[in-house]
């Protein structure tokens, strides 16, 4: 841990009770209403309890002070209010990025973000919320803090809301709202897909949290099936390609995952989405300094996305434990962009958030998993590392 001190509420790693009660937010509306049903509740009640979970963002029963005390003691009995037992917030970049490390009821630990954008040129402020959808990954990225955590299990519906709830509730008492909501936490989301079109669709809802769906995006290392699922789907939601090389023996080595789906075929599909939906695809690209960010490799993405429906994220690398590379630097960042821009592919160049708190997809998670299971972290650390090192050295003349 950087600051050598563990987060406070989380200090103690403990045997959570195991707690099989469903998280509510992850009850669709009619089943709700069916549950009120059994209860001997009219229809109207289902609605008010949904008022609370998502209106009035209620993290228990007893928070449901319209209902009656026989319906506040069901709730209680059959569901979880809030589906996260502890978390423990660290802020930086002067409030404008905090991070959460939310401890789920079996001891699993998942990370969410908020980053705020004050209100500049003509565009209104914005808080932009990063959620994870499984505890660890299995993918594998070697650049990824989560990665190194490997896979513990998917989360369930209400196990990623109540990440977005916690933010809305932590904003509402400022006055503010979450404007966007990105699936690019920890995990893959397209290996869980049907919880996480189930959680989108919950945000999307105007009956639920009602966020909209353009305000909705779902990022993926490459998993087709998923994307061809999503365009089946049509909805209005951004697709993000983590991209991070375009060529396919360095892809093979940044993201794992491409051995099994690789880029022409992912690139196919999500163009397809692309297409049937209207949406542009973003792809995110980290920028790691002498590995993915030279001009061959600039030209590479210019080749693949020229005269597509897509757009380019570029983000210096956050620098992680288990590995010595580092962000490209400014100049080289510039470059980048150039190139692609030059292939008539839009170009964002993103700021990293919260360097100072661990703000790297599953930091904060991976040095408490590895004060809880040194060994096996530090074994799968140690495996990155060789492996990464191997197939770079394989692929240099
Ligand atoms: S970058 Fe994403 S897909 Fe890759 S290991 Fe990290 S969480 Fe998994």
């Known amino acids: 841990m950087r600051d050598g ?11 959570p009770p195991l707690d099989e009660r469903p998280g509510i937010a992850g009850i669709a509306p009619a089943e709700l209403a069916a549950w009120a049903g059994a209860q001997g509740e009219r229809p109207y009640r289902a609605r008010q309890i949904a008022d609370f979970v998502w209106g009035r963002l209620a993290a228990g029963a007893a928070e449901m002070h319209t209902l009656p005390a026989r319906l506040r003691a069901a709730l209680e009995r059959d569901f979880r209010v809030d589906t996260l037992a502890d978390t ?12 959460a490390l939310h401890r789920l009821a079996d001891g699993r630990l998942v990370e969410s973000v908020l980053m705020r954008y004050p209100p500049r040129g003509g565009r209104r402020e914005r808080a932009t919320v990063c959620i994870s959808s499984q505890a660890g990954c299995a993918v594998g990225c070697p650049f990824c803090a989560t990665g190194e955590l490997g896979f513990g299990r998917d989360l369930d519906v209400a196990e990623i809301v109540d990440q977005v709830r916690f933010w809305a509730r932590r904003l509402a008492t400022e006055g503010r709202r979450i404007s966007n909501v990105v699936f690019m936490g920890m995990g893959e989301p397209l290996l869980n897909a049907d919880a996480v079109i189930a959680a989108a669709d919950a945000l999307d809802d105007p009956a639920r949290f009602g966020l909209g769906a ?28 983590s991209l991070h090389a375009a060529r396919p023996d360095l892809r093979d080595i940044l993201v794992p ?3 099994r789906y690789p880029l022409d075929g992912v690139v196919a599909a999500a163009t397809r989405y692309g297409d049937v939906t209207g949406r542009r695809v973003s792809y995110e690209y980290v920028l790691i300094d002498g590995i993915n960010d030279t001009a061959a490799d600039a030209g590479a993405v210019g080749d693949l996305l020229r005269g597509r429906l897509a757009h380019v994220n570029l983000i210096p ?3 992680v434990a288990h590995t010595e590379w580092r962000p490209s ?11 692609v821009r030059a292939a008539g592919v839009p170009v964002t160049v993103r700021r990293n958030r919260g360097d100072e708190i661990g703000a790297a997809c599953g930091q904060l998670a991976a040095e408490q998993a590895g004060l809880a299971a040194p060994g096996a972290v530090r074994r799968r650390r140690d495996r990155m590392e060789r492996e990464g090192a191997a197939a770079l050295a394989a692929r240099r003349p």
């Open 5 to 15: 001190r563990l987060l406070p509420s989380l200090a103690a790693p403990s045997t």
């Open 88 to 99: 423990s917030v660290r802020t930086a970049d002067a409030g404008l990025t905090e991070k």
């Open 214 to 241: 353009r305000h909705l995006a779902i990022s993926t290392s490459g998993v087709i099936p998923g994307i061809e699922r999503l365009t089946a789907m049509r909805p209005a939601w951004t697709l993000a390609i």
């Open 257 to 259: 995952l491409n051995r």
């Open 317 to 319: 690398m956050n620098p």
């Open 329 to 339: 630097g400014a100049a080289r960042v510039d470059a980048f962009a150039r190139e």
